[in-house]
């Protein structure tokens, strides 16, 4: 009988004694024994930066399926199940192929030292390239320079805003951290630049001057604007009106000016009203409409947010901004390696308060001891609950009519939407 996938990536999950492991070494040899598939796949879009990653590729995807063409799309991490990271040709792979590639590449990997990341990408890209397409949209990881995704020679990048975020990984300055997302950048391909902090900018502009790879800059070649209920855009070729995005928040804006350059540089630009109508991307200020956490709420509305970082929770605060006034109770989970004060301080003049809780079966989470000492920090009155589900009854008795906002954590968020069916 053959394995379940969530039996192999079990075992994958031990061939590393780290969870992440910044080196491409162990990448290139296992794709060597499996015959370089890196090499045969469709036109590859890569996608980099800090924030915006994800919805970038969902509106960049929604439009080129909007202008006629496939999509392979590799994302990370997933919420509910790991069939989420991996879509062939439109279609979430299915069990029985995830099973049979994650075996095949575990024997290829014959027991020598891997990442989960590294051998699950592997898999990704094995099966890509047996499945015809018209793009393979590639998210990365974690930086960009080592990261797992960048063994590939794309047709078009994708740099979105960088901000701080993994400094015990990709360096401790807004400056590294650029340069590290930079590292995806190939001589002579275009790359698509979202919305950057001066230095961020400085240092994308010096390594594509090295390597003769033309950039397309927010601001300089391309402006994206939300006017009269309308998104704008504009470059050389243009101006274009167009839906505002089905995603929700002034961040989305910069996202959806991204994926419309992109689309434009493809030669796709009829695919950008189903770039703005038809995307979707889950737990990004995400209303949940069923299931037992939203009966549990009763009256309240419920919404879910995976945002993790400082830059991510302004983004928050102001897309809160833009909802009919009612009172906003946080349900707030973080990991430890993230800056859980500066996540918040964004969220404390909107919050009526903030339910700590922790993330369950993750090993990194912070307590919500320690989450509600965040918060404290952050000028949020806080307190602690067991549970997601005890939260809500906490708000429900008390204020009936209330906003709840779950966030914190992709990790946390893909619990809800697991918990809540």
Known sequence: ??????????RLMTLHPKVIDLVLDRVHRLLEVLDHPETRLPPVIHIAGTNGKGSTL???????????DRCHAYTSPHLARFHERIRLAGTLISEDRLSDLLAECEAANGGAPITY???TTVAALLAFSRTPADWTLLEVGLGGRLDATNVVNPAL???????????GFLGDTIEKIAAEKAGILKPGVPCIVGPQDDAALDVIEYRAARLNAPLHIHGQ???????????????????????????IGAHQIQNAGMAVAALRLLDRAQGAPAAMRDATWPARMQRLSHGPLVEAAG????WLDGGHNPAAGAALAEALTRLPPRPLHLICGMLN????AGYMRPLAAQATHLHAVSIPGEANTLSAAETRAAAERAGLTATEDR????????IVATEPDARILICGSLYLAGRVLRDNG
Do not use: Y
């Open 337 to 340: 390696t993230k800056d859980a």
């Open 387 to 394: 549970s997601v589900a005890e939260a809500i009854a906490r």
């Open 117 to 119: 990341f590294e051998i």
């Open 58 to 68: 969902a509106m960049l995807r929604a439009g080129l399926e909007g202008a006629g």
């Open 1 to 10: 009988m053959t394995d379940t996938s969530d039996v192999v990536l079990d």
């Open 221 to 247: 070649h391309w402006h994206v604007s939300e006017e009269n209920g309308a998104l704008v855009f504009q470059d050389e070729n243009g101006l274009m009106d167009l839906p505002p995005p089905r995603l």
């Open 299 to 302: 009256t309240c509305e419920l």
């Open 157 to 167: 990048t994708v740099i979105t805003p960088v901000s701080m975020d993994h400094e």
